[in-house]
């Protein structure tokens, strides 16, 4: 979930309930003022009739021709002490003016003559009008709530958006940015302390990540080869020593033994240096490389090979996978992962390569899964050292699918080993 997206759903229940809370308020005080203004006008309208009943003056008829109705009944002293004086209250009654029932306002009150006889007046106002207003008031209550939630919500959203424009683009660069490729300097904002210090502090970090990748290169490089020549010697003059003659068998076996350790020192030496080279980007030239041609080739020359381990392989999948990249990293790739798939797969099974369009994978058959954490990291040798294995292959594939824009990934599924190979 993006920041700004968090931020404003943070913002949401707040905000519902303040507009909420104002939209209740604001209904109840509306409908709170025109019950005040029906109830003045009852007020007013008992008054003039108490008024004329105690003078004597005639009484208006019971229907005024503004829907007032009101009846005047006598009644005990005990009922006139044991009700309020006055009452408001709504209800639905039957106006016989209109015929129908209506909503009507009504006030009771309590009053007394110059004799001391009790007398209830109970005066009815239809407020069919009110009860429109109320709905009308409630309906665009309602409206104006969403309409504030919802204008309120874009505006945070948008505000929001606004002032994280420079966090987007400082992650923006975080996703364009590769360790040992050229980048542009980060994205600085300087309106914004945090950001600022931020962009200072990434800045600081890649350079220094940048000067570390460069010097560790540079030494692996020069470390890889200084040490061949020597190598390369000691390796000639035990070769001389052995075809001498001149030394007892016990010699010449602990001689045949050191020369096989130095080969895979210089086997490993070269390796380093390989991966230095790709790494330091000194296989420039792209071609379209045809992985399919490539596999056939592989699968044909390990057969051979690995024949004792009577493996078998099968090539499936629709168009052969043409990759833009060098045609000598692409070899190397495509025979180091057949290679492994002959020399460490169960012996008697069948090696599974499927072509795609993007890619292709290759599978063998296995009793459990790699343990998956640094298996493409240099050294890597999950089952404990092997003879003859410098650990390098797959972080060598590693390196020339991150130099070729390709992802390299594993997968254990129903007993078989997956590398994928695929266009990034």
Request: glycine fraction near 6%.
């Amino acid at each position: 979930m993006k920041l700004s997206t968090r931020i404003v759903l943070g913002l949401i229940p707040s905000a519902f309930l303040i507009l909420m809370l104002w939209a209740v308020f604001a209904y109840r005080t509306m409908v709170k003022k025109v019950n005040f203004e029906t109830d003045f006008i009852l007020r007013k309208y008992s008054e003039n009739i108490i008024m004329r009943k105690l003078t004597g003056e005639q009484l208006p008829d019971s229907f005024n021709g503004v829907y007032n109705t009101y009846f005047i009944r006598k009644v005990s002293s005990v009922y006139a002490d044991a009700v309020p004086m006055i009452t408001y209250s709504d209800s639905k009654s039957y106006v016989s003016d209109f015929d129908e029932f209506s909503f009507v306002r009504t006030r009771k009150q309590i009053f007394h003559d110059s004799e001391g006889h009790a007398y209830e007046l109970t005066v009815s106002l239809p407020v069919t009008e009110r009860n429109l207003l109320s709905d009308h008031l409630k309906t665009w209550t309602a409206v104006l709530f969403l309409l504030l939630l919802v204008s309120l919500s874009v505006s945070c959203l948008l505000i929001v958006i606004g002032n994280l424009k420079p966090l987007k683009e400082i992650m923006k660069w975080l996703d364009n940015y590769k360790l040992g490729m050229s980048a542009p300097e980060v994205p600085s904002d300087d309106r914004v302390m945090e950001f600022k210090k931020l962009s200072e502090v990434l800045q600081s970090a890649s350079e220094r990540l940048e000067k570390q990748y460069q010097d560790r290169k540079i030494f692996i490089g020069n470390a890889s080869h200084e040490l061949q020549t020597p190598l390369a010697v000691c390796i000639n003059r035990l070769e001389l020593m052995i075809d001498d003659g001149s030394m007892t068998e016990v010699q010449t076996g602990e001689l045949v033994k050191i020369r096989r350790t130095l080969n895979h020192l210089s086997r490993l030496n070269r390796t380093l240096l390989l991966m230095s080279k790709i790494e330091n980007g000194q296989f420039p030239d792209i071609v379209n490389v045809n992985l399919g041609g490539l596999l056939s080739e592989a699968v044909v020359l390990f057969d051979e090979i690995y024949s004792s381990r009577k493996m078998t392989s099968r090539i499936v999948g629709g168009r052969m996978p043409v990759i833009d990249m060098n045609e000598q990293l692409a070899d190397m790739m495509v025979n180091n992962l057949v290679k492994n798939a002959y020399a460490y797969g169960t012996p008697g099974t069948e090696i599974l390569i499927t072509m795609t369009e993007n890619g292709f994978t290759i599978s063998d058959e296995g009793s459990a899964a790699l343990p998956s954490a640094g298996m493409f990291d240099p050294f890597y040798q999950p089952e404990g050292r092997r003879e003859g294995s410098t650990g390098l292959g797959l972080a060598l594939i590693a390196a020339v699918c991150a130099s070729s824009s390709l992802v390299i990934s594993y997968t254990f599924e129903e007993g078989r080993h997956f590398f994928n190979i695929c266009k990034h």
